[in-house]
């Protein structure tokens, strides 16, 4: 099986770092957020958890991906974050109010 890396440019991964600071920065979360790139299983994007000790999130964000499917994974996952334990289903209203929340920073802030 032939595995195809795809790498982010310098560039990509400033404005991914912008995008990522500019986020957890306005999204109002109530504990801190952890989001670290990394190597995972090609079948997946990026996951989110909760430390209950430390009270923080911690985001895993697959680092083969290409920059808009990175930034796509950090939207879904801070989703996650701001609507842990308020819907039944894991992406119910409530993460999709969240959702839409992040989209729209990224519009006010980065992508204008
Ligand atoms: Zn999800």
């Not at 790139?37 to 009270?55: E, P």
């Not at 985001?59 to 930034?71: G, H, L, M, P, V």
């Not at 974050?81 to 006010?108: F, P």
């Amino acid at each position: 099986m032939k595995i195809i890396y795809i790498f982010m440019s310098h560039e990509d991964l400033r404005y991914y770092y912008k995008v990522v600071k500019t986020i957890k920065g306005k999204c109002g979360c109530k504990y801190p957020i952890n989001i670290r790139r990394m190597k995972l299983s090609s079948t997946l994007c990026g996951d989110c958890s909760f430390d209950k000790d430390n009270k923080k999130f911690h985001i895993r964000i697959n680092k083969n991906q290409s920059i808009a499917a990175s930034i796509d994974t950090i939207f879904h996952e801070i989703s996650h974050c701001l609507s842990w334990d308020k819907d039944k289903d894991d992406h119910g209203e409530q993460w999709g109010i969240a959702y839409s929340k992040i989209y729209r920073i990224y519009e006010k802030y980065i992508h204008n």
